[in-house]
């Protein structure tokens, strides 16, 4: 029997299990195959892979340097903002790191101490709540196996199977899905790029430089013809010089968007979430890490005094985090209200000047 088990070793999973104290039994199961990243089928995250200055506070904070091998180039200075209904444009600065993702998060896992017990390539199937205790049924390499364990954390991200099972649904948390395709380009972009077109989506798109890469994605409502969106979105930025010809490769994923602070802890003893399995995310930018970070923070410290009483300390500790999210909704109409965004962009509050003989992309 295991005191805690983590499900999913993203920056949440990861960081956790690194931060607990090494008398607890830890389990923590990550269906990628984190070790061996390159293998057929280790499956990568769909990601933009900035690291945000708040990201980078809480790594800090962390007392962690990010090495060499994660980074991925060109860094980046200014965000282009383009409004491809008004055909409005303007150039923004800003600190973010560009990451390669898959390096990120096996960086990560590769800090876990060797007292917590890793399953890599092994997915979660199903919880089952026990008398005092939860059964993990879980499945590596088409067999099936069981663990238990008295405290189950879900780190699993937007698809959260302990999110599923033990939480009631959350009409305010909205679930979109992300598009991503990776085009060849000769020379690489200066600019993170974001857009906004209320006619196709309420959310937002993005270009991302990588190396030779243009990474080009958006985040869209599911079921609303999401294909077809996302090949308009592509059509109208060809206009502006994008070279979307033939992708090279193409991913997804889901994302949340909490319209409100949702809850981390369910109803049953011994089970909490962490990471965006929880709903924490930039509703208005879909940043991510910062809020995988300090939750893990958050429960790891919820944890040094025992598992007896760490729902109640995380509920109470995890305010800020909700108290976050709350401020993060009341800026959205500033940035998706159509209206509001052409004043903000027209009277170029913040904008940077850059020269016009630069590449568009
Ligand atoms: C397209 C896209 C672009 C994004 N770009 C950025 C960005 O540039 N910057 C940023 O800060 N945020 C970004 N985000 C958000 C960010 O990726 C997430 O918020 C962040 O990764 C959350 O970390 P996490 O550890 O909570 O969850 P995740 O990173 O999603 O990790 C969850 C882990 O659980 C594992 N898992 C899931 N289910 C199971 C199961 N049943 N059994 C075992 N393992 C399981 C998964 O394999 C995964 O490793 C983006 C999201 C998307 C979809």
């Not at 013809?225 to 010809?245: D, V």
């Not at 976050?324 to 965004?341: E, T, V, W």
Request: net charge positive; with cysteine; proline share 6%.
């Amino acid at each position: 029997m295991y005191d805690i088990a983590i499900i999913g070793a993203g920056p949440a999973g990861s960081t956790l299990a690194r931060l607990l104290a090494p008398n607890y039994r830890v389990l923590l199961v990550e269906k990628r195959n984190l070790i061996e990243p390159n293998q057929a089928g280790a499956g990568n995250k769909c990601c933009g892979g900035l690291l945000a200055p708040d990201a980078q506070k809480v790594l800090g904070m962390m007392s962690l340097a990010l090495p060499q091998e994660v980074l991925v180039g060109p860094q980046i200075f200014v965000v282009r903002t383009i409004d491809l209904q008004k055909k409005q444009e303007r150039y923004y600065q800003r600190f973010y790191i560009n990451l390669d993702r898959t390096k990120f998060d096996c960086w990560l896992f590769s800090l876990i101490p060797p007292s917590v017990n890793v399953r890599s390539a092994t997915l979660c199937k199903e919880i089952r709540k026990e008398e005092g205790y939860y059964t993990l049924r879980l499945k590596f390499r088409q067999k099936y196996y069981c663990e238990q364990a008295r405290l189950v954390i879900g780190a699993d991200g937007a698809a959260s199977i302990v999110r599923k099972t033990f939480f009631p649904e959350d009409p305010k948390l909205l679930v979109y899905s992300a598009v991503q395709e990776w085009f060849a380009v000769k020379k690489p972009s200066p600019y993170f790029s974001v857009f906004f077109d209320s006619e196709l989506m309420d959310f937002y798109g993005w270009s991302i430089p990588k190396e030779e890469s243009l990474l080009v994605g958006a985040a869209l409502k599911p079921r609303y013809n999401t294909a077809e969106r996302f090949k308009q979105l592509k059509a109208k930025l060809s206009a502006y010089g994008y070279p979307l010809y033939a992708a090279k490769k193409r991913e997804g994923a889901f994302i949340l968007r909490p319209r409100r602070a949702t809850r981390a802890v369910a109803d049953l003893p011994g089970v909490a979430l962490i990471g965006e399995a929880a709903g924490w995310i930039s509703p208005s930018s879909a940043e991510g890490f910062s809020y995988a970070f300090r939750s893990a923070l958050t429960a790891a410290k919820c944890l040094e005094p025992g598992i007896e009483g760490f729902v109640k300390r995380y509920q109470q500790e995890t305010a800020a985090l909700r108290r976050n999210i709350f401020a993060k909704n009341l800026k959205l109409p500033f940035m998706y209200h159509p209206l509001l965004r052409r004043i903000i962009m027209e009277l170029g509050i913040a904008a940077v000047e850059v020269c016009s003989d630069m590449p568009v992309t």
